[in-house]
């Protein structure tokens, strides 16, 4: 199972949840691709450079059977907020990792399960349940 890991990584406790998440999912045996490893950092911020992430991340969600995204409430970033949205749009299953205190409508009625960090070690991604969003809504 082909795994897309939608994540901001702009700071220590984003990459902290994110470096978890991947172990996590690894260790289940599941395919994983998590854009900050396929990332060229030598051109960063150019026209060419967000051209190919842009193109990298797409062609990733397409190819993946289920995109995990790694959500931090209200904040969340605008790229895995649209990276969530795509996914969606695809009619492919989205699962959101709850790591704020707070979450936007539009991400959590979009996923099919919303869980925390520590539920993603054992959630069954063959079946898919579904679980709702319990926490305080923006």
């Known amino acids: 199972m082909k795994i897309y ?26 395919e994983v ?3 900050r490893e396929h990332e060229n950092r030598e051109e960063k911020y150019t026209q060419g450079w967000a051209e190919n992430v842009f193109k990298m991340d797409i062609t990733a969600i397409q190819n993946a059977d289920i995109t995990v995204a790694m959500y931090d409430g209200n904040y969340s970033d605008s790229g895995t907020a649209w990276e969530c949205g795509y996914t969606y749009g695809l009619n492919k299953p989205l699962i959101a990792v709850h790591i704020g205190k707070k979450a936007n409508l539009m991400i959590f009625r979009s996923a099919r399960a919303n869980i925390s960090i ?4 054992t959630y069954d991604f063959e079946s898919l349940p579904t679980k709702e969003y319990v926490g305080d809504m923006i």
């Open 118 to 121: 520590d539920e993603l070690a």
């Open 33 to 35: 691709y998590s854009p």
């Open 5 to 30: 890991l939608a994540s901001p990584f702009f700071n220590d406790r984003e990459i902290d949840f994110l470096s978890r998440a991947e172990k996590i999912l690894r260790q289940r045996g599941l």
